[in-house]
């Protein structure tokens, strides 16, 4: 099947400014938007909401492979990117609770739980005019993407960025909390076995500890509007 437009990849540690970019980036070229994080959260949720071991990674498997999880772009003007509809229900802001914060990792580090939710991000992803946020959407999920992006930060400033888009969302949380977690789920995104973090060989790569959320838009639409120039 002919694409109809190209797709962008966007990978990198958790609060590196992903979903600030990215977001941007597909208002701009008038691209879908899919952040993969949240289906990873949602199965997550899934799993604490049915008791379910996270440590049993067969029952955690079967919870996603059989999810009823429905992703599509914000009814609700209150913050939210999409909504993240799990059983009929609005788990939008649910899939940001410290619980599922704690437990996402374990979980995404699950062979069964990667091969289904990558199976569902193909889908979408192949009809092209995306783009996917994640951190294996370069390296394995859409590994032949025409852009991708690899965007990073000292695990301080990105420490510093969440603990305040946390307290502007009204929520309790110390700098040092925030900085553990992190650095806890950094280990374990990129020393897992199966679509570790990393950046993909051909990955544009962007280190944005010195730049604002602007500059890093202005510098990246400039080379996307070079490249999809250079496609027509
Ligand atoms: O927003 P934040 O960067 O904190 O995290 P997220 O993008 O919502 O992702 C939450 C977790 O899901 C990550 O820490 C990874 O463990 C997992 N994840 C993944 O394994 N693969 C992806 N493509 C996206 C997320």
């Known amino acids: 099947m002919e694409k109809k437009s190209f797709t962008i990849t966007l990978d990198g540690p958790a609060a590196s400014g992903k979903s600030t970019l990215g977001e941007r ?12 994080g949240v289906m990873y959260r949602a199965v997550t949720l899934a799993v604490l ?20 999880l429905d992703i599509h772009p914000a009814t609700i003007d209150d913050g939210r990117s999409n909504d993240v509809i799990l059983e009929q229900e609005d788990v939008t802001w649910e899939i940001r609770l410290p619980d599922v914060e704690s437990n996402v990792s374990q979980v995404s580090a699950y062979k069964g739980v990667r091969v289904a939710m990558t199976k569902k991000q193909r889908e979408i992803g192949n009809r092209g005019g995306i783009v996917m946020v994640g951190r294996d959407i370069g390296t394995v999920v859409l590994p032949d993407a025409e852009i991708k992006l690899y965007l990073d930060a000292s695990v301080e400033e990105r420490a510093k960025r969440r603990y305040l888009e946390l307290i502007n969302r009204g929520k309790q949380a110390t ?3 925030v900085l553990d977690d992190l650095k806890r789920r950094d280990k374990i995104d ?9 950046p993909a060989e051909d990955a544009i790569m ?9 500059e890093v838009f202005q510098y990246i639409f400039k080379l996307v509007e070079e490249k999809k120039n250079l496609q027509v």
């Open 175 to 177: 700098y040092e909390s």
């Open 190 to 198: 990129s020393s897992r076995a199966i679509a570790p973090l990393r």
């Open 206 to 214: 962007i280190d944005s500890d010195h730049m604002n959320a602007e």
């Open 49 to 68: 909401n049915k008791n379910v071991d996270v440590n049993d990674e067969g029952l955690v498997t079967k919870v996603a492979e059989e999810i009823d």
């Open 25 to 36: 980036l597909a208002e701009s070229l008038d691209f879908m938007y899919l952040d993969t």
